[in-house]
């Protein structure tokens, strides 16, 4: 018989595992309903004419292409799994243009797939939690995602750094080395800065044919040290023959000016190593990184100027950034972050002592529900130590007991399983006093 299994790369989520994966998808769903986003889902599968060319030759040999059946097995894929949720995004904008009231502001959660080598914090199924601006170009947008990133993670406990570079400015870089043409190979190769080091780095840089005197003169660049002004001042004097250049330096100083301004708590830098190698992206670029655990980014984004225009709504600028939730749930384990089980599952359960005190059981459990309280009853009339049993195994606080004595009394034995206390309760006064029932 053969062993079950699922594919590399894939997980699957079990009660507990669900439970505090919904706590991570509801905060940061109240934070993009707080900030004015609208929900919005598109398929699992896109048209490959749509995927392809958006993401580089390294993303286009990371899609997953569907092979086609029936009678149409024999012809060449047509169909693949979404990538990314920011080009489904903009096809759908494209499509439904009509409808939609412009700047639009929408937030996705799904999972999306890439074919990669599975490994530590890199799966080929996982979900983002994107949030998108589309249809302004203001640089209020992007400071107002920095402000996102700072509330989810302040929320969820998690210490980060954001680091902020802009495509601009590296497209000035690349002018000023002499490789205005190579910029993809230049933002491919310095992307992996932190992770090969910079030896690799300029070594992968000469191998895609930057000359080594160009590669001597990007170093220093990407090794400006000092506070963000002092960096930005820097890149005045290297830039100052790309007007490219300079227009990225005067975007990246509104957009901190902006950050200061709305007191925005939260660790941000300029890294001039940061590249994102997405193709689509055209201005300021955005990396989230956990301090206290070592796994990659768990969010990135940027502003991407004409990512519509590919599917024929031409000069309609965005910005946005996505949540990685499958990282951000490693991070929250990895740190014990999450709030036990019993303050996100069941938080009261009935024993079953089968007759008239199930039926009395059943109408109590009614009325906590009623209250918001999450509440069950042991589905048959099983021996005590095997209902207390399952109450423990689960993590549920606390267990509610009616007999005979307690329905002539109107009142429920309520017992703490944390603590063993007992005590004689009414069902409103369980339903009403904090204090019994606490949250976490």
Not at 103 to 128: H, N
Not at 352 to 364: I, P, V
Request: hydrophobic share 40%; aromatic share 8%.
């Amino acid at each position: 018989m053969q062993k079950p299994s699922i594919p590399k790369g894939t997980r699957d989520f079990g009660p507990v595992e669900m439970t505090r994966r919904t706590y991570i998808f509801d905060t940061i769903r109240e934070v993009f309903r707080l900030h004015g986003f609208l929900p919005l889902e598109t398929p699992a599968m896109e048209n490959l004419s749509t995927l392809t060319g958006k993401y580089g030759e390294e993303g286009d040999r990371l899609l997953f292409r569907i092979q086609n059946s029936g009678e149409q097995a024999d012809k060449p894929a047509e169909k693949g799994l979404r990538y990314d949720l920011t080009v489904p995004f903009a096809r759908y904008v494209v499509q439904h243009q009509s409808e939609i009231v412009f700047p639009f502001r929408r937030y996705q959660i799904q999972p999306v797939w890439r074919a990669d080598r599975p490994q530590k914090g890199r799966y080929r199924e996982f979900y983002q939690c994107d949030v998108d601006v589309i249809g302004s170009r203001s640089l209020l947008n992007e400071a107002e995602l920095v402000q996102m990133v700072a509330s989810v993670f302040s929320r969820l406990g998690i210490r980060v750094t954001l680091k902020l570079n802009n495509r601009k400015l590296l497209a000035g870089i690349a002018e000023v080395i002499g490789h205005a043409d190579r910029m993809t190979d230049i933002t491919v190769a310095i992307d992996k800065l932190d992770k090969i080091g910079a030896q690799a780095v300029a070594a992968e840089l000469i191998e895609r044919g930057i000359t080594p005197q160009a590669v001597e003169r990007l170093q220093p660049i990407l090794a400006l040290s000092g506070t963000t002004a002092e960096k930005l001042a820097a890149l005045r004097g290297i830039l100052a023959s790309s007007a490219t250049g300079l227009a990225g330096i005067e975007e990246m100083e509104s957009i901190f000016a902006y950050v200061h301004a709305l007191g925005v708590e939260l660790d941000v830098e300029l890294d001039l190593s940061l590249a994102r190698g997405l193709n689509y992206y055209t201005g300021a670029i955005f990396e989230v990184k956990a301090k206290d655990w070592e796994i990659g980014s768990i969010c990135g984004g940027g502003r991407y100027d004409d990512l519509t225009g590919i599917f024929g709504m031409p000069d309609t600028s965005g910005v946005g950034i996505s949540f990685g939730a499958d990282r951000i749930y490693d991070v929250m384990l990895g740190l014990g972050l999450f709030p036990s089980e019993g303050s996100m599952s069941t938080r009261v359960m009935f024993v079953n002592f089968g007759g008239a005190e199930e039926l009395f059981a059943l109408r109590q459990l009614a009325v906590l529900r009623q209250a918001g309280i999450a509440a069950e009853i042991y589905p048959e009339s099983a021996k005590i130590k095997k209902q207390m049993e399952y109450a423990g195994r689960r993590g549920i606080p606390f267990v509610a007991m009616a007999g005979s004595d307690e329905i002539a009394a109107g009142k429920i034995t309520l017992k703490d399983m944390r603590t063993g206390e007992q005590r004689m309760v009414t069902t409103e006064e369980m339903a009403t006093q904090a204090c019994v029932i606490p949250n976490t």
